[in-house]
């Protein structure tokens, strides 16, 4: 919270001074200064209320989330906040993650939540184990209220995804008639994939199977 706050104070004093900075061109330049400051503010607009609007100015936010052990389901040198997706996530919205509190199993993970929540220092964004959870988080007016935003920033795909559970999973995140989280979900179930060595299937002089049941005759 600490580190918002310098960071908005920082923000804010180099305003004031590109300010100073705009009053003391000639006036010739004013008509491009309001023309350049239309045009990021429509992009903040954009970004605020589309899926893919690209933030005008880097956006970080916190985040708390369960992690596999030492970086375990990560490629190696790659970090929580630094890997293929976040970097892809980075160039495509201007966002970018800061993890403040990352826990290796749920249960100490779920007491770290329990703690942030007494002390009322929540991150941005954080993942939590439970509908439970969830209604004390909406009961303490500690989460936002993501009806608007589900509709107007999430992707057809994904609405796609969460329509194809029925109407059940977004209920259960669903208080008052307003939703409150987003449900743990995938695009789809994940292929099963079947992994055979080929040195193997060479040196017993098996084909590459075509069908599953050829895939099951190899494995016997």
């Not at 918002?4 to 010739?28: E, G, T």
């Not at 107007?152 to 989280?181: H, N, P, V, W």
């Not at 992994?195 to 099951?216: A, Q």
Request: net charge negative; glycine share 6%; proline share 3%.
């Amino acid at each position: 919270m600490r580190n918002r706050k310098q960071k908005i104070k920082y923000i804010l004093l180099l305003c004031v001074f590109s300010m100073f900075l705009i009053a003391s061109c000639k006036r010739s330049e004013t008509g491009k200064t309001v023309e350049s400051k239309e045009v990021i503010n429509a992009q903040w607009e954009n970004a605020a209320h589309t899926p893919y609007g690209k933030y005008p100015e880097l956006v970080t936010y916190t985040l708390g989330k369960i992690v596999g052990s030492n970086n375990a389901n990560l490629p190696v040198k790659a970090t929580y906040e630094d890997n293929a997706y976040t970097r892809y996530l980075k160039e495509r919205l201007n966002i970018q993650n800061e993890d403040v509190l990352e826990g290796e199993n749920s249960d100490s993970y779920e007491e770290a939540v329990q703690i942030l929540m007494e002390d009322q220092q929540l991150p941005d964004l954080l993942v939590v184990k439970g509908r439970e959870t969830v209604k004390e988080l909406v009961r303490r007016g500690m989460v936002e209220d993501l009806t608007t935003v589900y509709e107007e920033c999430t992707t057809e795909r994904i609405k796609e995804m969460y329509q194809s559970y029925g109407e059940a999973l977004l209920e259960s995140a669903t208080f008052d008639g307003r939703l409150y989280a987003l449900p743990d979900a995938e695009v789809d179930h994940g292929a099963s994939l079947l992994w055979l060595r080929k040195d193997w299937m060479e040196r017993l002089g098996l084909s590459d199977p075509v069908t599953l049941e050829e895939g099951m005759e190899i494995i016997r």
